[in-house]
């Protein structure tokens, strides 16, 4: 199976990465202010390795499977994956918890991201292209109910019109400058 192989030479790549200093920044954040949420499209589980808990992963985790028959979400750590494709103990088979492209996010966490992008005072947007939907249009609610938005990139994406700071750089090297 195809997709698995992939999958399994994913995972085994990113099982000898470590979280970089950006990761363990935003890790510090959540520690500091309670009503933080990270919300990411990254599916490598990084910044739960460096001690993130409230994540809103909109695109799934690679770490994450997910039975095709009941639906049912559990945590898979194997790596190389024991058996290819994987199977759920009901017998049926096991996808990756990963929104493939034409998928639909997860509600919950579209509803999640959305309503604490309305409500926040400060957001921070960093290391992403600011293209892919809906993340893109997070900064943008944000903005309109008045919070104060912050983008770390090294190049100018297309929010960087409207923000309110704009750093120049990698989010690995300003993130832990911005949250010593
Ligand atoms: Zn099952």
């Not at 979400?73 to 996808?95: M, S």
Request: net charge negative.
């Amino acid at each position: 199976m195809l997709v698995w192989e992939w999958y399994d030479w994913r995972r085994r790549t990113i099982s000898s990465l470590s979280p970089n200093p950006g990761h363990t920044a935003v890790a510090r954040m959540e520690k500091i202010h309670p009503e933080f949420l990270l919300i990411t499209q990254n599916v490598d589980g990084l910044h739960s390795a460096a001690g993130s808990k409230k994540i809103a992963e909109l695109h799934g985790n690679i770490w994450h499977v997910r039975c095709v028959a009941e639906g049912v979400v559990t945590e898979n750590r194997e790596v190389p994956l024991a058996e290819i494709p994987p199977k759920c103990k009901c017998g049926a088979l096991l996808r990756p918890h990963i929104v493939w492209f034409g998928e639909a996010l997860d509600a919950d966490t579209v509803r999640r991201s959305w309503s604490a992008s309305k409500n926040c005072e400060v957001m921070i947007v960093a290391g992403t292209s600011s293209v892919v939907q809906p993340a893109a249009s997070l900064a943008e609610v944000a903005k309109s109910a008045g919070a104060f938005v912050v983008e770390i990139n090294p190049e100018e994406t297309p929010i960087s019109d409207f923000v309110d700071a704009g750093l120049r750089g990698k989010s690995g090297e300003i993130l832990p400058l911005l949250i010593p």
